[in-house]
């Protein structure tokens, strides 16, 4: 029996239109019911994740939400963050002086949504999108960026992302990781925080250890769940690279993925 399931967003547990199908709403909720601690892994900020807690009925009951791509642990119970890791201020300012001098678009996140400098680019669009939150310009985002973040974002296209990458790395890699959610998104998070980091420290604070866990994902950032759990499981979505990771697989996202999953490694259990 697994008695903590991680379950990617995007590409996983949402459909291809952001949707969360009543099957996997029903087996999440059959599972929960069991006994099974839900977890929300995500590099969505909290604002991005806490509607789809919501749509499962995770609000006011006991699971988590693990965002920021593993910067901060918040309890569905009453919002309260459980532990955090956090970018220093000068790591972020640097990160954003660069893309302001190339001409690349930086974001941030405040209590409502997405914060920038460039409310037109097409990838802080997606961003938005993805999380179905609101864009806020600001005149100037370092200036609005005065405290540590669990995560801030450069993004646009590829190619210039990965020569950001090369630039910043030398300088900033002592306090941060500069990494890929997607390829037009790089995601600067505190040093050695990813979502397996913080799921380690999440299955302490639960009393439960890795044999307990099973993880369901389909990108990049979802591997190195993936070795963490006893079980995990990669959708048919997934890259050829993340399911050469797995030992499991499962449907994709739009084929009710999650909830086979679930079905199959939990309920016939």
Not at 19 to 37: F, S
Not at 99 to 112: E, N, P, V
Not at 177 to 196: H, Y
């Amino acid at each position: 029996m697994y008695h903590v399931l991680a379950l990617d967003l995007d590409g996983t547990l949402t459909t291809s239109t952001k949707e969360i199908t009543l099957r996997t709403k029903n087996a999440i909720d059959e599972a929960r019911k069991r006994g099974v601690h839900i977890v929300l892994a995500s590099g969505r900020p909290v604002l991005g994740i806490e509607h789809v807690a919501r749509t499962l009925g995770l609000l006011g009951n006991d699971a988590t939400i693990l965002a920021y791509n593993g910067g901060q642990l918040v309890s569905t119970k009453d919002l309260s963050v459980l532990w955090e890791r956090t970018v220093d201020v000068p790591t972020i300012h640097t990160c954003f002086s660069y893309a302001k001098q190339h001409g690349l678009a930086a974001l941030s996140y405040d209590d409502k949504g997405v914060i920038t400098e460039m409310p037109d680019d097409r990838y802080v669009h997606l961003e938005a999108y993805n999380n179905a939150i609101p864009i806020r310009r600001v005149h100037n985002l370092i200036e609005q960026t005065s405290t540590p973040q669990p995560k801030v974002m450069i993004v646009g296209e590829p190619q210039r992302l990965l020569e950001a990458r090369t630039v910043l790395l030398p300088m900033v890699a002592e306090k941060a990781d500069l990494g890929f959610s997607d390829p037009f998104f790089m995601e600067i998070t505190a040093k050695g925080v990813q979502k397996a980091s913080s799921l380690l420290v999440l299955l302490a604070l639960l009393g439960r250890t890795p044999s307990d866990l099973m993880v369901v994902g389909d990108g990049l950032n979802d591997v190195p769940m993936f070795g963490v759990a006893s079980l995990a499981v990669a959708m048919a979505n997934a890259s050829d690279e993340v399911k050469a990771h797995a030992n499991a697989l499962t449907a994709s996202n739009d084929e009710d993925g999650v909830a086979l999953a679930i079905e199959q490694h939990i309920l016939t259990k």
